[in-house]
């Protein structure tokens, strides 16, 4: 049966949970802290691939730990399986928890493919090829009922309009209201979009900044993201030195409760239909006591 790659998004409010500490933490603090999660009422956990745990495990592990919540992997770096391995995986997953299991798929970066061993070349058409394989994927287990849904980490308006064509939306990671108003626009109205929002609880604006900065240095290093900046009318100064005070306050929402919420309404009033909050935190372990004194501002 070909694997349809834009099934319809399940229910899961409009704010979730991106966090790295799912794919760098124990399994066991990982399991109670998804836990905590869904008792506060977000409704989504997202992570990343990348030198952590695979994508694939972090999901089940997520998923065995939790009864309601969504469980996306934001994303799952195409370069670290083939397409009949991604399709299949999510099938099994989407099977085994029904409408709960939500699939993001990314081309990554230079940086991260080369250590994989692997040539970063041509991402949009071998993107393209991808997808082709996952729809032609040989599959004999048991289909899940729903459909897994396909989103893709999208940027550039090539990217956002191959979601657009292909798949249920976009994930775009790393970006400021503004270009959530451009996403939607290239996506139209019908393609679900969902981006991600780093977070700083925090009124104190010398700290914010400082741990924002933290944050967003490894990115600012990335072709992908430093080029997107650019495209929304970001000066090579302002991305810089760790990037101008205006670029960190576009990319990280920092302040109160009120503040950080604010912000993601930003978000929904231009077209987002979720938004991940990404807490930063400058411990390593899961930010819960951020993550609860939020979901007062922003869940139902």
Do not use: C
Request: net charge negative.
């Amino acid at each position: 049966m070909v694997m349809r790659l834009d099934s319809p998004i399940m229910e899961m409010g409009s704010v979730g949970i991106w966090a790295w500490q799912f794919i760098t933490r124990p399994a066991a603090e990982v399991r109670s802290a998804a836990r905590a999660i869904e008792e506060m009422g977000y409704g989504s956990l997202w992570f990343p691939e990348s030198s952590g745990r695979e994508a694939f495990v972090t999901s089940s592990i997520l998923l065995d730990a939790t009864e309601r919540i969504v469980v996306a992997p934001g994303i799952a770096n195409l370069w670290a399986r083939d397409g009949m391995a991604m399709a299949n995986g999510a099938r099994s997953l989407g099977e085994a928890h029904p409408g709960r299991f939500l699939l993001g798929v990314g081309v990554s970066h230079a940086p991260s493919v080369a250590r994989r061993g692997a040539v970063y070349d041509r991402p949009f058409s071998t993107m393209e090829q991808y997808l082709d394989a996952m729809e032609a994927s040989l599959y004999s287990g048991p289909e899940p009922n729903p459909p897994v849904p396909v989103v893709l980490a999208a940027l550039g308006p090539k990217m956002l309009g191959l979601a657009r064509e292909r798949t249920t939306g976009a994930h775009p990671y790393f970006v400021p209201v503004a270009h959530t108003t451009i996403a939607r626009q290239t996506l139209g109205e019908g393609p679900w979009l969902a981006p991600e929002q780093a977070v700083v609880l925090s009124t104190d604006a010398e700290a914010a900044r400082a741990t924002a900065r933290g944050h967003m240095a490894g990115y600012l290093a990335l072709d992908n993201y430093a080029n997107n900046l650019r495209r929304l009318g970001w000066a090579d100064s302002d991305i810089a030195a760790g990037g101008s005070d205006e670029l960190v306050d576009a990319v990280v929402a920092w302040g109160d409760g009120d503040a950080i919420a604010e912000r993601v309404r930003g978000h929904l009033a231009v077209g987002a239909d979720h938004v991940s909050l990404q807490v930063l935190s400058d411990g390593e372990a899961v930010p819960l006591v951020d993550m609860e004194s939020l979901a007062g501002h922003l869940v139902a």
